[in-house]
């Protein structure tokens, strides 16, 4: 009888153990996967601060048409190791279809949109990495010319 009692309390002692190591492998995989995608976004967010682009001018043509310039450089202290990044405009808030050419540092770009004096023209970093769009870092008022 005490056999069978020595063997109940060892097969309990065994099962609250695998039940225990299940419950931290359940645990370490939420937090392994929470960690990985913060680490990510940390990662982008990191590569937009090296991809500072400027809007040099934004200036809206004093003919008929309604097409105005845009003027972006991208900033020479930019640290990433993206050598190229693409510009994103965004026009009173809306996003223009076209995106202007890849910037390298101490670049230059100009592009033809349809503008309107006064209008708000922001402009957001595509990094060419990954297609991460980082934030807008320069607004600008719409111009006459």
């Given at each position: 009888m005490n056999s069978k009692k020595a063997q109940s309390e060892i097969i309990t002692t065994v099962l609250i153990i695998l039940l225990v190591l299940a419950?931290?492998?359940?645990?370490?995989?939420v937090v392994q996967t929470t960690i990985g995608k913060t680490?990510?976004?940390?990662d982008d967010n990191s590569l937009?601060?090296?991809s500072q682009l400027t809007i040099v001018k934004a200036?809206?043509?004093?003919?008929?048409?309604?097409?105005g310039n845009?003027?972006?450089?991208?900033?020479?202290s930019s640290s990433t190791n993206d050598a190229n990044v693409t510009a994103r405009i965004f026009v009173d808030g809306a996003q223009i279809p076209q995106t202007m050419g890849q910037l390298a540092v101490y670049s230059r770009n100009t592009t033809s949109v349809s503008l309107s004096v006064g209008?708000?023209?922001k402009v957001a970093a595509i990094l060419s990495q990954d297609g991460y769009i980082c934030p807008a870092t320069s607004t600008v008022s719409v111009v006459a010319a």
């Open positions: 419950a931290i492998i359940i645990v370490w995989q680490k990510t976004g940390i937009c601060l090296g200036v809206a043509n004093s003919s008929l048409t309604s097409l845009i003027t972006v450089s991208r900033d020479p209008q708000q023209v």
